[in-house]
T-cell receptor, first 115, second 114 residues
Framework: NAGVMQNPRHLVRRRGQEARLRCSPM?????VYWYRQLPEEGLKFMVY????????ESGMPKERFSAEFPKEGPSILRIQQVVRGDSAAYFC?????????????FGSGTRLTVV | AQSVTQLGSHVSVSEGALVLLRCNYS??????LFWYVQYPNQGLQLLLK??????LVKGINGFEAEFKKSETSFHLTKPSAHMSDAAEYFC????????????FGTGTRLAVRP
């Protein structure tokens, strides 16, 4: 039973390029969450999705960032026109239910470096 | 609104010594509380969680934490540190049964001296 799979593990982009981060939740999990970890900081919530729906995007920057979780395939976090400040580790988590009672299962993250 | 404060961004203990990592929270509703561990260049692994059952929660790798409502604390302890415990530890809170996202503290990096 594979855990939460994120790819790529490392991503290098030049300023102005697009970054696409993928997350496949655990089998049986239909709730996906994206968090961002800036250097020397804790994780900050970005967005919560269920299949084909964005439930809560209160932590997403207003511009350049978008997320989706289609009916088929992985969840995608897309960052357009990346800037140096987007350099961070992006973690995806999944759960079988809306509540946090089970605790999430986190992926190993994608470390984005913008040069 | 909810928040988490982890006192001490770096803690160093000797192998075999007691580990105590502090976490205080604020929440307007009864909270769920979590401790996660992160090894270098890896994701977060759930150590233990409090979801309104027993106030003393036992987790993996010999860690435990006690929920103290009067002190709004959820400190993480382990009686005897191992070298393999060296990692970063994050405390997190959610808004109980209605919460669908976690608010994390800034983390405590634990070093274990031989």
């Amino acid at each position: 039973n594979a855990g939460v799979m994120q790819n790529p593990r490392h991503l290098v982009r030049r300023r102005g390029q697009e970054a696409r981060l993928r997350c496949s939740p655990m089998k049986g999990h239909s709730h996906v969450y994206w968090y961002r970890q800036l250097p020397e900081e804790g994780l900050k919530f970005m967005v919560y999705l269920q299949k084909e729906n964005i439930i809560d995007e209160s932590g997403m920057p207003k511009e350049r960032f978008s997320a989706e979780f289609p009916k088929e395939g992985p969840s995608i976090l897309r960052i357009q026109q990346v800037v140096r400040g987007d350099s961070a580790a992006y973690f995806c988590a999944s759960s079988q239910d809306k509540t946090t009672a089970y605790g999430y299962t986190f992926g190993s993250g994608t470390r984005l470096t913008v040069v | 609104a909810q928040s988490v404060t982890q006192l001490g961004s770096h803690v160093s203990v000797s192998e075999g010594a007691l580990v105590l990592l502090r976490c205080n929270y604020s929440s307007s509703v009864p909270p769920y509380l979590f401790w996660y561990v992160q090894y270098p260049n890896q994701g977060l692994q759930l150590l233990l969680k409090y979801t309104s059952a027993a106030t003393l929660v036992k987790g993996i790798n010999g860690f435990e934490a006690e929920f103290k409502k009067s002190e709004t604390s959820f400190h993480l302890t382990k009686p005897s540190a191992h070298m393999s415990d060296a990692a970063e530890y994050f405390c997190a809170v959610s808004e109980g049964s209605s919460g669908d996202k976690l608010t994390f503290g800034t983390g405590t990096r634990l070093a274990v001296r031989p």
